[in-house]
């Protein structure tokens, strides 16, 4: 009786964790109200902060070309944000990820650029695929020893990480003893946006169109879903305006990406080589969506489908929200623990490869302060820190918001060390906040 009691508990805590993915958008439940208002107030910061860096930078900032690179910044830092937000919901901390990122950019980078051309030769299509697919297993390798250290050991979450953060930057300058390895395979750099790393006009919009068609029909299900279980629907206005406005958006980015062109020189030299001829107010090629940014979407989905609809999700979420009726209920805690630490390492993996192909090269100074960013992007979108709440497209969003920081003070010419100083005073506001959510939840 006590486990079911105990259970039931949990039950509760994950679904109201997840109630900001939508479903109670327009009711009284005070979780709910909870996450729409501070996804309300993510936004609202996000346009205050664009709005207020157009204005000081003289309408620089809200162009085509600033925020198709600003999409192209943020991706690598939300796909780790998506891994974070299991991680601190489970009550833990993973200070190593800009750490292991470096490592893991570092190793793939040494394949492509030294080692397989010796083996398979320069240009060979299996080049990139050997080299993601290693640095893939190598991410997931490291985090699972991460997750048996912290799980088996009992050894703190923030101790492992921390200590991984040196162990793992330290081994990133080892690897090529401090020396930067380029180029990277040309097909690897596509996954890093860029002129070729984009997909063009009609793809864009084809994916916009595909992107609108699959909100509607997530909308329909899940009122199906609701009616056949008895729950509460939403007014019929509320489902039309929630299609509406989320089809408006995203075809209202499908058009900024769009209208932002190929740069002369390089339109030049492809209608040269393709025998078109140059017309006088010269040749405008969209870049369309970059490929790193449809990876970012695309890792979120997943994430967001992990998270919500399987098994392990809710595991996550029950040991967030109650790690001892969790252990009660018969879930393998430790074993849930290692899966989360691993998979965090292969979203590491994932960056690695966008930052790596979007450089052009494998730095020792790659993923610097990336766990900064990616711990304040998880916060910013509700992740609490007491753990059992937080959503991955609220992580993406906070991850969004900071990077708009970073590059509007880039653009504004603010030195580096005040950049530091902002983020750190927005990671602690960001924290304070979420005490607050929490004393009023009680």
């Known amino acids: 009786m006590g486990e079911r009691h105990g259970m039931a508990d949990i039950t509760n805590t994950s679904q109201a964790a997840r109630a900001g993915a939508g479903d109670n958008f327009f009711f009284n439940d005070s979780a709910a109200t909870e996450i729409y208002t501070r996804l309300l107030g993510m936004i609202g910061a996000m346009l205050i902060i664009w709005v207020g860096f157009n204005i000081i930078s003289g309408g620089l900032f809200l162009t085509p070309r600033n925020l198709w690179n600003l999409s ?20 833990n901390i993973d200070l190593s990820v800009g750490s292991v990122l470096g490592f893991v950019g570092m190793f793939m980078g040494v394949l492509q650029a030294e080692l397989l051309p010796q083996v398979l030769g320069f240009d060979n299509p299996l080049t990139w695929i050997i080299a993601l697919v290693a640095g893939l297993l190598l991410g997931a390798a490291i985090g699972a020893l991460h997750g048996v250290i912290i799980a088996f050991l009992n050894v703190p979450s923030f101790i492992v990480t921390l200590g991984g953060l040196l162990v793992w930057r330290g081994a990133t300058w080892f690897v090529t003893s401090g020396r930067t390895v380029a180029p990277m395979d040309a097909t690897f750099r596509l996954m890093g946006g860029g002129t070729d790393g984009s997909i063009g006009a009609t793809a864009s919009w084809v994916v916009g169109v595909i992107a609108c068609l699959a909100i509607v029909a997530t909308l329909v299900n899940s009122r199906k879903q609701r009616r056949r279980f008895g729950f509460p629907l939403r007014p019929i206005w509320a489902e039309y305006f929630l299609a509406g406005i989320s089809c408006f958006l995203v075809l209202a980015t499908v058009a900024v990406f769009n209208n932002y062109p190929w740069p002369v020189a390089i339109a030049r030299k492809f209608a040269d080589a393709n025998g078109i001829a140059w017309p006088d107010g010269g040749l405008f090629i969209s870049h369309g969506i970059a490929i790193p940014v449809l990876i970012a979407i695309g890792v979120g989905i997943v994430m967001t489908f992990i998270s919500t609809r399987l098994r392990f999700g809710r595991y996550v ?51 610097e302060l990336d766990e900064l960013y990616t711990i304040a992007a998880a916060v910013i979108g509700g992740t609490s820190l007491s753990g059992g709440m937080g959503t991955v497209a609220g992580a993406m969003l906070g991850a969004l918001v900071m990077q708009s920081l970073q590059s509007g003070m880039v653009l504004v010419g ?27 939840a009680r």
Not at 73 to 87: I, K, N
Not at 345 to 356: K, N, V, W
Request: net charge positive; with cysteine.
């Open 72 to 91: 192209v910044q943020t991706a690598s830092v939300a796909v780790m944000a998506t891994g974070m937000v299991l991680v601190i919901v489970t009550r």
């Open 317 to 367: 979420f029950a040991i967030g929200g109650n790690p001892e009726a969790a252990e009660l209920a018969g879930i393998k805690t430790r074993w849930v623990t290692v899966r989360i630490f691993a998979l965090m390492g292969m979203l590491c993996a994932i960056a690695a490869a966008i930052s790596t192909a979007r450089l052009n090269a494998a730095t020792n100074a790659q993923g």
């Open 414 to 440: 603010i030195d580096t060390p005040f950049q530091r100083i902002v983020v750190g005073v927005v990671l602690v506001v960001a924290v304070w906040l979420d005490t607050i959510y929490r004393a009023r």
